[in-house]
């Protein structure tokens, strides 16, 4: 089947028209979230996300009836088990990868989950947020634009490594090396000596400066003035490093990394989406730095959007939740309002705010924008 691009106002026109046809059906999506507790801010957003889509769709016949998990995998059972009696056979969320357990029983009914993660889900679960294998197709893409043959990925020993594993392998990614390291401060810096070769290379600097001091070289003392303003002498062998992490644990691998004088002028630094996190700026020493990401024209545009309409600012997975209310009205219209396996098995592509989304054999896959963190800007590579 021929892929659908479809950019979400351009769908929402169209629905429009055949809605007088469908006045008589009614859409009842389940909206699980955390609306209190510690992550109620993340509820907040979503709901909050889910009303503008609404209000773009002006379709009275769409019911969204929000339930709060918070954050829990019994409250979370709880509530679908509520909503499965009221005839709900379609849902939105769980937020959490953690509160996916136990819904393979309700067999006939669909979640789309807002978590990245695509290991080990239950059958009737799609993943829909932004997962490794969407960005390390768009990181191979960057690979292959700047000629990257010699790539070291980094991967912490965190609960998500066997998803950068799985992408890697399904991506045909190349690598030169994967190395896997701590994320305890005390024991990183070590590691990446080690991978970088950072006591080879600080010997060779010793080495080469004893030898020109050994040396008849008319101009050796010019020389070694040159080197001794050097920490290291070689190369690490890899023309560019992926670090799969984030936040503070990214910061730290990248100081770790200047520490034992690798730097990005001289080997490209690539990590993960960071969703357009500013504090990067504050890391000049560690820039420039690519990720993937969603289109940031679409990003900030739906940011100010939310903030005009709420007066606060959204978490950024309420503009995936945005994109699949509209994503579910438009798939329902074309499957006749049938809520089965086949909307999310055909091949189909629906293009939202948040950039395209590449539907198959009940995945969800993202094409992503590819950015680099310089100065005080992100700057678009593709």
Do not use: C
Request: charged share 30%; no cysteine; hydrophobic share 35%.
């Amino acid at each position: 089947m021929k892929a659908h691009i479809k950019y979400f106002l351009i769908i929402i026109f169209f629905l429009s028209n055949v809605k007088n046809s469908l006045a008589n059906e009614t859409i009842k999506i389940g909206l699980l979230a955390p609306f209190s507790g510690e992550f109620e801010y993340i509820g907040k957003s979503v709901i909050g996300s889910t009303q503008m889509a609404l209000k773009k769709i002006n379709n009275n016949n769409i019911y969204i009836l929000p339930r709060d998990t918070k954050a829990d995998n019994l409250e979370t059972i709880k509530k679908v088990e509520e909503l499965y009696i009221e005839g709900v056979r379609i849902f939105i969320g769980p937020v959490f990868n953690k509160n996916l357990k136990g819904l393979e029983k309700y067999s006939d009914a669909i979640f789309l989950s807002l978590t990245n993660k695509i290991l080990n889900n239950p059958k009737n679960v799609i993943s829909a947020g932004i997962n490794a294998n969407s960005q390390f197709r768009a990181i191979k893409k960057f690979q292959q634009k700047n000629d990257l043959t010699q790539t070291l990925v980094l991967i912490p020993k965190k609960d998500y490594k066997e998803e950068i594993e799985e992408a890697i392998k399904n991506s045909n990614f190349k690598t030169k090396k994967i190395f896997y390291y701590d994320t305890e401060p005390t024991k990183l810096t070590k590691q990446i000596e080690k991978v970088t070769r950072y006591q080879i290379r600080k010997q060779n600097l010793a080495d080469e400066i004893k030898r020109i001091e050994n040396s008849e070289d008319e101009n050796k003392e010019k020389k070694i003035e040159i080197l001794n303003k050097r920490d290291t002498l070689g190369k690490i062998g890899y023309d560019s490093i992926i670090i799969a992490d984030f936040d503070e644990s990214l910061k730290s691998v990248t100081t770790s990394l200047l520490y034992t004088d690798v730097s990005p002028k001289n080997v490209t630094f690539i990590s993960l989406n960071q969703w357009f996190d500013e504090t990067l700026f504050k890391e000049a020493a560690s820039q420039p730095i690519s990720f993937p990401s969603v289109n940031k024209i679409n990003f900030d545009k739906f940011n100010k959007e939310y903030e005009e309409f709420y007066e606060d600012f959204p978490n950024q997975l309420s503009l995936i939740t945005y994109d699949l209310v509209g994503l579910l009205y438009y798939l329902l219209i074309q499957n006749d309002y049938l809520i089965n396996e086949k909307i999310f098995k055909e091949k189909n592509s629906f293009k939202g705010i948040s950039g395209v989304f590449q539907i198959e054999n009940k995945k969800i896959n993202h094409e992503l924008n590819f950015y680099k963190v310089e100065g005080s800007s992100f700057i678009e590579i593709f």
